[in-house]
């Protein structure tokens, strides 16, 4: 609580509105709040020196204890169990994790509940507003953690993001390819040094219940699954197409998903519902496996014609598609570095240098 000195309590009364600095904000620097004071004769005499006072305290106090860089919703059971944490919207540009985790919220009971569920629909406030991956500082907070409490706006959201994942027994972080990639649905994890934490994580995939489970280099920073990965808690991570839209279809796969890892996990009563079908599992602990966007860069910027669709088996040396320039004058054609799966592919028609235009799941 902020103590304004006597002389401001004997003012305590309406509300003034006040401007003091806020990084939530981004470049806006300032946000107005409102401030408890009467408008007695005494407040308006008061000096420039006495407001200074003022905003500084608060600014301190902003300091010590930040505003919430994300909204959420928290759902404590009457049982004890372990602690799930769930988010969505870590890029502004994914909607289904948004939609699924908001239906979450009514369909997740807290008198049938075991433990504690955290839902965060959108992580990345300012990215969302500009309906884009990043926020202004163009910052990929997927890239960014575990941020810091005092740097742009996406290290400040890193930073808190990080602290919440270190509070949970149990993450997972619902992905899509956003407005430029279409992705297969798929759940992945890190391959953990701790083989306990390991065998939860596989545990997690196999029961969220997608069609592929990708095991890839545990070495990979900046993420939120390399924040649980150094805190030791198990944390898996999903996508699930893109494009730019929205998929009734992947919206209520990542709601039973979710439901399915709460059910294996004993937070709630009853048992996982899962596809007929196996899951394609693989484990790749190569160097750089799991990293999207080094797959098949593109050598330069222009307009990307695929030569292959989403789901596609393809052979080594196969053309995946070409880019030319504006006028057409200068084409490239990207081929296929190994044979396998096309599992991301990148379907909004620009494209700029250095960008991945498709990632295979090695044969």
Same mark, same amino acid.
């Given at each position: 609580?902020?103590?304004?000195?006597?002389? +401001?309590?004997?003012?305590?009364?309406?509300? &003034?509105?006040?401007?003091?600095?806020?990084?939530?904000? @981004?470049?806006?620097?300032?946000?107005?709040?409102?401030?408890?004071?009467?408008?007695?004769?005494?407040?308006?005499?008061?000096?420039?020196?006495?407001?200074?006072?003022? /905003?500084?305290?608060?600014?301190?106090?902003?300091?010590?204890?930040?505003?919430?860089?994300? =909204?959420?919703? *928290?759902?404590?059971? /009457?049982?004890?169990?372990?602690?799930?944490?769930?988010?969505?919207?870590?890029?502004?540009?994914?909607?289904?994790?948004?939609?699924?985790?908001?239906?979450?919220?009514?369909?997740?009971?807290?008198? %049938?509940?075991?433990?504690?569920?955290?839902?965060?629909?959108? #992580?990345?406030?300012?990215?969302?507003?500009?309906?884009?991956?990043?926020? %202004?500082?163009?910052?990929?907070?997927?890239?960014?953690?575990?941020?810091?409490?005092?740097? +742009?706006?996406? *290290?400040?959201?890193?930073?808190?993001?990080?602290?919440?994942?270190?509070?949970?027994?149990?993450?997972?972080?619902?992905?899509?390819? $956003?407005? /430029?990639?279409?992705?297969?649905?798929? +759940?992945?994890?890190?391959?953990? &040094?701790?083989?306990?934490?390991? &065998?939860?994580?596989?545990?997690?995939?196999?029961?969220?219940?997608?069609?592929?489970?990708?095991?890839?280099?545990?070495?990979?920073?900046?993420?939120?699954?390399?924040? =649980?990965? !150094? =805190?030791?808690?198990?944390?898996?991570?999903?996508?699930?197409?893109? $494009?730019?839209?929205?998929?009734? %279809?992947?919206?209520?796969?990542?709601?039973?998903?979710?439901?399915?890892?709460?059910?294996?996990?004993?937070?709630?009563?009853?048992?996982?519902?899962?596809?007929?079908?196996?899951?394609?599992?693989? *484990?790749?602990?190569?160097? @750089?496996?799991?990293?999207?966007?080094?797959?098949?860069?593109?050598?330069?910027?222009?307009?990307?014609?695929?030569?292959?669709?989403?789901?596609? *088996?393809?052979?080594? !040396?196969?053309?995946? $598609?070409?880019?030319?320039?504006?006028? $057409?004058?200068?084409?490239?054609?990207? /081929?296929?570095?190994?044979?396998?799966? #096309?599992? #991301?592919?990148?379907?909004?028609?620009? #494209?700029?240098?250095?960008?991945?235009?498709?990632?295979?799941?090695?044969?």
């Amino acid at each position: 609580m902020i103590d304004f000195g006597s002389q +401001s309590r004997q003012r305590l009364g309406r509300f &003034a509105p006040f401007l003091v600095r806020s990084p939530r904000f @981004g470049n806006l620097g300032y946000v107005k709040i409102s401030v408890p004071f009467s408008i007695q004769q005494d407040f308006v005499k008061s000096s420039r020196a006495e407001l200074e006072i003022l /905003r500084t305290s608060i600014e301190n106090e902003l300091e010590k204890h930040p505003l919430p860089m994300f =909204a959420r919703h *928290e759902i404590a059971g /009457r049982q004890p169990g372990p602690h799930l944490l769930i988010t969505g919207g870590v890029h502004g540009d994914e909607f289904e994790p948004m939609a699924a985790i908001r239906q979450l919220m009514s369909l997740v009971n807290a008198e %049938e509940l075991r433990g504690r569920v955290t839902l965060v629909p959108v #992580v990345n406030e300012p990215a969302f507003r500009l309906g884009q991956r990043a926020a %202004e500082d163009g910052r990929d907070l997927a890239r960014t953690c575990p941020g810091r409490a005092d740097g +742009s706006i996406t *290290e400040q959201i890193a930073f808190q993001l990080s602290e919440l994942i270190r509070s949970a027994d149990l993450y997972i972080d619902l992905h899509t390819g $956003g407005t /430029r990639l279409m992705v297969l649905p798929l +759940s992945g994890y890190t391959l953990h &040094a701790n083989a306990e934490v390991l &065998a939860q994580q596989r545990k997690m995939a196999r029961a969220f219940g997608l069609p592929i489970i990708w095991g890839t280099d545990p070495n990979l920073n900046g993420r939120s699954l390399s924040v =649980a990965r !150094d =805190a030791n808690v198990p944390a898996i991570y999903t996508e699930y197409e893109g $494009g730019g839209r929205i998929s009734v %279809e992947g919206v209520w796969a990542y709601i039973q998903g979710c439901l399915n890892v709460m059910y294996e996990f004993g937070l709630l009563a009853g048992q996982p519902i899962l596809p007929h079908d196996p899951p394609l599992i693989v *484990e790749d602990d190569r160097q @750089g496996a799991g990293h999207m966007q080094i797959n098949h860069p593109a050598p330069c910027e222009g307009f990307f014609n695929a030569a292959v669709t989403l789901g596609q *088996e393809v052979q080594a !040396d196969q053309v995946l $598609g070409t880019i030319v320039d504006s006028l $057409g004058q200068r084409e490239e054609t990207i /081929r296929a570095r190994y044979a396998g799966l #096309v599992i #991301v592919l990148h379907t909004f028609p620009r #494209v700029e240098a250095g960008v991945s235009v498709a990632v295979i799941l090695e044969s």
